[in-house]
């Protein structure tokens, strides 16, 4: 019996010393440690006092819980100082009773009979709490004796590792050396880990595999290993099928040169003949300072590498998003600002026209002026409605019966020998959406699939349909990242044609990026912006040789029937009107002076939001409506329109910008703002614009 406790306790030892020898972080040893303690003994509960410590003063008088296994309490108060008497604590190892501890301990204080406590150098002490004992009649004083000195090293030791990240790596292969002599120890305990791990000797032949490693490569038994050269079992070929001669081996080479590595770039190869990706350790085995084979520790990395390249993937699109959304607030800013241009130049074109005579030569010209001017304008809305600041009209609209509605526009827009087909689900929810810039989505569309056809003879389907779209799907789709998942309206447009590039598909939605010799690159770019602005998506299937399908989706409407209503008001005479017109570009408040002027109204201009709040103080009794710019310096329409409130609670406010109503006007919502005109704008969208005011 003695001979048998004593084999056991050194096979006990031999499992604590192979704990307190593998750990390199403090933490993680004392939990260890713990564990396998209160497993050898079958104690219930174990804690660790340990001593405040510092490197430059040694160890001090205070304790701190710094582990705890086994009782609640005392878990939730890990890292707290526990005032005890450390002489008391400290003087040997020994049983008492619990009652003369656990008052001053942070565990359950009803729960046990014993304490069993295990000094650790002058480091901190062991306590082992229990109702009865289950330790078979180990020799638990004799075995922690030979024990404590080892733990308190090794606490120091990883307390200096934790602090300066230093010589881990020695640390791992001395105490992996010192076990070496008990590999029958250690593949008992390596049994029950998740890692696979296999052991050889100098020759490369398999001395055991533990039961992940079985798992992991496919075998059932260990016999089928061991005994044969292991690189011919499972390290035999590359990830590219290549052979991977024994020479080439970093196994084999670490194993010559008694060195430890790490390798996560190679694959082993599974029974059934498949390979799969892994991470490895091979670390020698020393006898006499002799290496006498190596441990290899491996997981596979399978989905580690999935969830890497999808966060590369993630990551890439990000930096996409981000790309498209820089070159949005660039190409708003540009047309926001080209439009104040076009203001003053379509202002006083239509000025102009008015007051020469219309069989005058100039007055054909000034409607050149006007209409490129207007196509300017135009080009502006795309550019702003890529940024996702074109002017929208937002109203609950059916997508079949738009298309049916745009049926025969659709029609003759495509070529001779194209055949278009409709798919359309009459039942589909409604969306919120400007009617015009859905137009524009769908003839974008259209147009695409029609010039992807290249000439030739083909199909174009366009399709509507109601879908549940989850995270995964919003992921692959071009889409803001806030979206929610649920229910989406969907319109697709697919053809026959020549299908586009990887590199293609990447650029198609960049502004002025083309592949036609006489294309902007606007149009999708611009549908970009409208379908980000309507909180919506884009999803994109293309297949060189055989065609694309692009499919655009919204969130569903809470509104029951679509709403086509067009309001229409009448134009009043503005004779004896007076309008402030605030702006701080000279050229674009002469421009509306002038068009005022010429309609009868009598104008007072401020040069700026401050300038405006004190010809308003001093003229309120006699201005009618303030025309107010946005975007001012020195004091910005927003906070100029507050003072005008504060002083007239009434005063009338036309707000003019060149971004949408929708993205000028929300900071006044509900504040009363009387009206909005975009940029640039001619003689009679103004006087209208005021007519409506007044």
């Known amino acids: 019996m003695e001979s048998l406790n004593r084999e056991r306790m050194l096979g006990v030892l031999y499992d604590i010393s192979l704990t307190i020898g593998g750990e390199v972080h403090l933490k993680s040893l004392l939990q260890k440690t713990l564990q396998r303690l209160l497993f050898h003994t079958g104690y219930p509960c174990g804690l660790i006092l340990i001593k405040g410590i510092d490197s430059s003063e040694g160890v001090d008088d205070e304790f701190h819980l710094a582990m705890a296994i086994g009782d609640s309490e005392a878990i939730k108060r890990i890292d707290s100082v526990v005032h005890v008497q450390p002489e008391k604590l400290m003087d040997k190892i020994e049983v008492v009773e619990a009652k003369t501890w656990v008052s001053q301990l942070p565990s359950k204080q009803d729960k046990y009979k014993y304490l069993l406590k295990v000094p650790i150098g002058e480091v901190g002490v062991i306590l082992l709490l229990y109702s009865q004992d289950s330790s078979d009649n180990l020799p638990l004083e004799q075995m922690f004796a030979t024990m404590a000195s080892h733990f308190a090293k090794a606490i120091l030791l990883c307390e200096v590792n934790d602090r300066k990240n230093k010589l881990l790596k020695d640390e791992v292969i001395q105490r992996t050396s010192e076990i070496a002599e008990r590999e029958e120890q250690l593949r008992l305990l390596l049994s029950s880990t998740a890692e696979g791990i296999f052991g050889m000797n100098s020759d490369g032949v398999c001395t055991f595999a533990n039961t992940s490693a079985l798992r992991m490569l496919g075998y059932t038994s260990a016999d089928e290993l061991i005994g044969r050269v292991i690189h011919d079992m499972l390290h035999h070929t590359k990830a590219n099928g290549e052979k991977h ?12 040169a008694g060195l430890s590595i790490h390798v996560d770039d190679e694959v082993f190869w599974h029974k059934d003949g498949h390979s799969f990706p892994v991470e490895y350790r091979s670390i020698p085995i020393r006898k006499d300072d002799e290496i006498v084979g190596q441990i290899i520790s491996f997981t596979d990395i399978t989905e580690r590498l999935l969830a890497e390249h999808q966060k590369r993937e993630e990551q890439v699109k990000l930096e996409h998003t981000q790309r498209l959304e820089s ?21 006083n074109a239509s000025l102009s026209k008015m007051k020469i005579d219309e069989l005058s030569p100039a007055h054909q010209l000034l409607d050149r002026v006007i209409d490129a001017s207007e196509s300017a304008a135009d080009l502006c809305n795309q550019m702003l409605a890529y940024s996702g600041k074109g002017k929208f009209t937002v109203t609950p609209i059916s997508l079949s019966s738009l298309v049916e509605k745009m049926a025969k526009l659709l029609e003759v827009s495509i070529q001779k020998g194209v055949t278009l087909r409709y798919n359309l689900d009459d039942r589909i929810p409604l969306i919120d959406a400007d009617l015009a810039q859905m ?52 319109v697709e447009v697919s053809d026959t044609g020549c299908g ?19 294309g902007r690159g606007l149009g999708m770019s611009a549908m970009l912006g409208i379908v980000r602005g309507h909180d919506g998506a884009i999803k994109i299937y293309s297949e060189l040789g055989k065609g694309t399908a692009i499919k655009v989706f919204f969130p569903v409407s809470d509104a029951l029937e679509a709403n086509e209503k067009v309001v229409e008001t009448e134009r009043t005479n503005l004779s004896g009107v007076t309008v402030l017109v605030v702006d701080d570009e000279p050229m674009l408040r002469d421009v509306a002076v002038s068009l005022l002027e010429f309609s009868g109204v009598h104008v007072i201009t401020a040069e700026n939001g401050k300038d405006g709040i004190e010809k308003y103080f001093d003229h309120k009794n006699e201005i009618d409506i303030v025309l107010l710019d946005m975007m001012m310096p020195v004091m ?42 975009q940029k640039p704008y001619r003689s009679d969208a103004l006087i209208t614009a005021i007519s409506d005011v007044l």
Do not use: W
């Open 500 to 518: 586009m590039s990887t590199e293609q598909q990447a650029r198609m939605f960049e502004p002025f990026y083309t592949t036609k010799v006489m």
């Open 327 to 347: 070159l949005g607030v660039l190409t708003g800013g540009i047309a926001h600002d080209f439009n104040n241009l076009l203001t003053a130049i379509l202002g």
């Open 245 to 256: 001669p024994i020479s080439d081996c970093k196994i084999a080479h670490a194993s010559k």
């Open 636 to 677: 910005n329409g927003e906070e100029t329109f507050q003072k005008l409130r504060a002083i007239d609670p009434e005063v009338k406010v036309l707000l003019c910008s060149g971004y949408n109503e929708q993205d000028a006007t929300q900071q006044f919502t509900g504040k009363g703002l009387a009206g909005f005109i």
């Open 439 to 490: 137009q524009q989505v769908i003839m974008n569309l259209i147009t695409n699939a029609n010039e992807a056809l290249e000439g030739n003879k083909g199909v174009i389907t366009i399709a509507t349909g109601v879908m549940d779209v989850d995270q995964g799907y919003l992921a692959s789709a071009y889409a803001e990242n806030n979206l929610k998942v649920g229910q989406y309206v969907f």
